[in-house]
């Protein structure tokens, strides 16, 4: 597929046989001869960041050296010989390419001459000492759309419905990105007007307390109230989030799954920061043609948002936890974000659980290029969504 020729991002490396806790046993050299170093970790940065995802930290096996091995550290020798496979087929994600179109281009250039304050903590942090006020929707949305603004757990969340309701039309919780530290904006509105429009949905946008002065812990608590909230207005509810609200969707996922609280319909994820770490070196290649985001300012905003948790943690850093069980999931990416590297690992990952998973990359397309509906790709884009929810 043309989408191959980016390398990690849709077609991931087919999995060594030597994995997981049999892999860790090795690689501890319980099995060397006395006195013999164990082997020398041979893998490459990304390969090892690929590793701590899956919870696999084992050596990378090399040649025939690639083996099957099992996990208890004293084994029963096997009564005869079996053939051992070097590597296991694994099926990898189907992606739809799309062209940015004259208005994504024009938008991601401009980005480049706004102040980066994602460059450092330092930056980031004085631009938080600024007021942090929440976007209203735009006049016109309000012709068409009505709000209540209720409370649960504490927060304030926003329910749109249409003046004209459709029946059956569905609900969805849309979950603002910002990095958790600023609140939701004119974009985001403009896109849940597009999505209203379209669906007749009720929207349900959660104003979840932002870091550093809030932590996970309180998004997940507001999460299950959200949850029910939403159950009330209809049976069928989708979650949705872009950029960290998208990793907010998916670790709300998880949690619903986990709990035995129910199933989304499915999961809408827009760039989704599904790995707070920012710590994959193919990050590196991207960021030269990312105009909107950083290293550094993400990685001091995901630790104040983890509060007591780490990075690592599912809830903060959905990459890292069992994607099996999750919803069907539809992913828009655009390749010119630097989380672009993660998002597709992530792709694969769904792929490989067994969870039916739609991807569109948008080729020339920024961070969050889907929000932005004053272009025709994006509407486009949005289209697909749409006619995915109601299949």
Known sequence: RPAQRTGPAVAAPVAAATVGAAAHHAASG???????????DTRTETERHRAQRHGRHAAAPTGNDAVEQDADPDPEPRATAEPVLAEVAEPTPDVVLVPADPALRVTDQGLRVLPNVWESEEKLLASLARPR?????????HR?????????????????????PLADAPVVVHWHGGAYVHPVTTTHWRWIDALIQRTGATVVVPGYGLAPDH?????LALADGVWDLAHGLGPRVFLSGDSA??????????????????????LILISPWVDATVSNPEIEQYRSVDHMLDTEGPRAAARWWAGTREVTDPAVSPAFGDVHGLP??????????????????????????GVDTTTVVC???????????????????????VRWMGR
Do not use: C, I, N
Request: aromatic share 6%; charged share 30%; hydrophobic share 40%.
């Open 144 to 164: 068409r759309v009505e709000f209540q603004k209720v409370m649960v757990a504490g927060r304030p969340v926003v329910v749109a419905r249409p003046r004209t």
């Open 328 to 353: 069907r999931t539809f992913v828009l990416q655009g390749d010119r974000d630097m989380l672009y590297p993660d998002t597709m690992e992530f792709v694969t990952d769904l792929v490989r659980a």
């Open 30 to 40: 319980a099995d060397s001869p006395r006195g013999e170093e164990p082997a020398a």
């Open 215 to 219: 932590t996970v812990d309180e998004a």
């Open 363 to 385: 080729e020339g397309g920024p961070h969050v290029y889907a929000l932005m509906v004053w272009s025709e790709r994006a509407t486009e884009d949005l289209d697909r969504v």
């Open 245 to 266: 609200g998208g990793g907010l969707a998916v670790a709300q996922a998880m949690r619903l799954r986990d709990a035995g609280m129910g199933a989304p319909a499915g």
């Open 133 to 141: 006020e929440e976007a209203a929707p735009h006049r016109s949305m």
